[in-house]
């Protein structure tokens, strides 16, 4: 068993503690390692083996002789020199050394416990004549004991903080730490306090902690910004002998919105021509604000009321000015100066500091204006002038006027700028600014003409202004009106007085189409008892009844002359006729019989509806004959050749076209016979019981003359019709009306539906036609 003696290492900790300890307390402490297994103080030992204390050696160790650390030995050495004592680990040779007889270690070298607090060695006992390990080799430590030989350092310094100015005591600024490289964990060496050296009463410091914090309420920065605080920091628990070092701490007051904004004079004076353009800077006025940043941003505006309308003012956000521009346009003869007072105030305030007063200022402003020499001033922007065409050379149309604003007030010539030929149209005189014609207007040339007068001062010509004159061409009133109602109207026979039954209105060629006035009046030459005309003055009129009651058997047509006149120069008017009949009305105010010619038709119908009708008229009735039933009679058959076209009944058939004889011609005889009288022949042989040949050319005559007696002639149907249409006569290149031939039917005709659009009796009339079968008849 070897034995470890580790005298002075207890006598060392009985004096660095500070606690003085008995050695065999230090006895204590120490480890026993049996078989190379770690136990704790009482284990007990199951074979022989190694037992020692643990090694201690002391850093920075200033001694002439090696420092001795402890001794190793072994039960199996008899103190005969048999056993010898081995070394190996960390630093062996270099930093320790062992007395191979005599097991005693020393450390060759100083140690520092900082670069490295322990080694790991381990020892063996070996015989010397065999060199057999009499023991199994054991690791062991020798730990470096931490003396104070190391100062707080501060790793970060110097330090710069900042805090708020105006903050209250205890405001927290930073935090410093000093680190300490002896050994925390033996002793007070490491254990760091610290102090504030300069810097107070401004701040203070937390010894433990090395928090920094205001010691004086409300610094204001405006007084003073920097401050310097050096801070100490000492080990041993700041006890006399521990070692210190200090630190600079650069701590700065921030700016806050504490100080309102104030001008360093109590009115500006600032000078503007009367020249000066829009947006112009006129001058520059500054408040000053002992705050830095965005807490020095300075607004301005001027206070209404005043005379500051005509003018506004902007901030410059660099140089915090006020900038005053121009609004309105000045007039040094108008006004002469302008007092107004600007307002400069803080854009962000801190509600902290409201107490301190209204954070803004006011300055009284005042603007001369300096009279410029100006040009000529006309009365309006432009003028516009009307004259009429083929208005003669030298007519005065109009004038312009300028006038010499300036205190000179000089004299003013006016000339014409020709920019195109039509300029030479006209002319102007120098001293009054009359405008005249110099040529006959034609506004179907133009309508317009664009000239430009030049107003020039007399003092200094130099100095002039335009103006644009529009000369309006205006058209000479040629047409006169015309009436735009139709020709005539229709009033009902139950008609109210006072009532309107046509509203007229009037158009005129002559220029403009827009805007024109036309009167509307009755004739004064032709004093109408019936009727009257009301004018609406928006260029229309109605036509009024004067009474009621009016009968169309007593008079079923009237006339009435309506005058309509223009409002142009000079004034035209023409008379139109409006012809009234006299209707049988229902009771909404729809004309059901109005005149023999329109008996069923509305005033609107035309000759050719007219026509259409009476030939629908016509064609029914065809219809309903050959639909009516006959009589049977026995048919005039004399001879196969002598056959007569009966509609009732045929016993044969016809010969066709060529069968001209078959006809029984006895209807045109049941006239008298003055017809013949007239044509100064006697009545032909079929009115006499049979026909021939020769009497074609007769019969043709009978039937113009039927015609001429119906005073229509060709184009409608005569009364007789119906009992002429069958003859042909010689040659007729018509088809035979005969039934039996092929024939078209009455459906080619169309549809008949559109006939009741003309009133309530055509509808009859088109339902009649659209049940009739197909029947035959003929083209014509």
Known sequence: VIKISCMSLCQWICVTAGTPLP????????????????????????????????????????????????????????????????????????????????????????????????????????????????????????????????????????????????????????????????????????RVVYSILHGQPYFSVDPKTGIIRTALANMDREVKEEYQVLLQAKDMGGQLGGLASTTIINITLTDVNDNPPRFTKSIFNLHVPESASLGAAVGRIQAQDLDVGSNARVEYAIVPGDEGNVFDIICNGQSQEGIIVLKKTLDYETQASYTFKVEAFNAELD??????????????????????????????????????????????????????????????????????????????????????????????????????????????????????????????????????????????????????????????????????????????????????????????AGIVTRHSAFQRRLQDVYILPVVVEDSGYPAQSSTATLTIRVCSCETVGSPLTCSPVAMFLPAELSAQALLAILLSIALLIVLYMSQRPQKVKDTLMRSKEDIRDNVIHYDDEGGGEADTDAFHMGTLCKTDHTSFIATGNKPPLFCRGRATQGDAELIREVIEHRLKESQQGYAALPADSLATYAYEG??????????????????????????????QPFKTLASILDKQPPSLFNES
Not at 83 to 105: A, R, W
Not at 454 to 479: G, I, M
Request: aromatic share 10%; charged share 20%; net charge negative.
């Open 23 to 190: 050695v065999q307390s230090a006895l204590q402490s120490s480890v026993r390692i049996t078989g190379g297994i770690i136990g704790r103080l009482g284990t007990h030992r199951i074979k022989r083996g190694w037992v020692w204390n643990q090694f201690f050696v002391l850093e920075e160790y200033m001694g002439s002789e090696p420092q001795y650390v402890g001794k190793l030995h072994t039960e199996m050495d008899q103190g005969d020199n048999a056993v010898k004592y081995t070394l190996s680990g960390e630093g062996v040779g270099s930093v320790f050394t062992i007395d191979q007889m005599t097991g005693d270690i020393h450390a060759q070298v100083v140690l520092d416990r900082s670069k490295k607090s322990y080694y790991t060695l381990k020892a063996q006992a070996v015989d010397v004549h065999t060199g057999i390990p009499l023991e199994p080799e054991s690791e062991f430590i020798i730990k470096v004991q931490d003396i104070n030989d190391n100062e707080p350092q501060f790793p970060d310094g110097p330090y710069s903080a900042s805090v708020p100015e105006m903050s209250p005591t205890g405001t927290y600024v930073t935090q410093v730490t000093a680190t300490d490289a002896d050994d925390p964990t033996y002793g007070n060496s490491a």
């Open 351 to 540: 509600p902290r500091f409201l107490h301190l007063g209204p954070f803004k200022d006011s300055v009284t402003v005042e603007i001369n204006v300096l009279d410029v020499d100006e040009p000529p001033v006309f009365t309006t922007p432009y003028y516009s002038l009307d004259v009429y065409e083929d208005t003669p050379p030298g007519t005065i149309i109009g004038s312009v006027t300028a006038y010499d604003l300036d205190a000179s007030s000089s004299a003013v010539r006016y000339s014409l700028e020709w920019q195109t030929g039509s300029d030479s149209f006209f002319d102007i005189e120098t001293v009054e600014g009359i405008i005249s014609t110099n040529e006959y207007l034609d506004r179907e040339t133009a309508v317009q003409h664009n000239i430009t007068v030049v107003a020039t001062k007399l003092n200094n010509p130099s100095l002039s202004a335009e103006v644009l004159v529009k000369v309006n061409v205006l058209d000479v009133n040629e047409f006169p009106p015309q009436l735009t109602a139709p020709s005539d109207t229709f009033v009902c026979e139950n008609s109210r007085a006072g009532q309107v039954i046509q509203t007229v209105g009037a158009v005129d060629e002559d220029q403009p189409p827009v805007g024109q006035r036309f009167f509307f009046k009755s004739s004064k030459e032709l004093r109408n008892r019936n009727f009257t005309v009301r004018d609406y003055g928006n260029n229309t």
């Open 730 to 759: 010689d040659g007729s290149e018509a088809r035979s009306l005969s039934s039996i031939e092929d024939s078209f039917v009455l459906d080619s005709l169309g549809d008949f539906s559109s006939l009741g659009d003309w009133g």
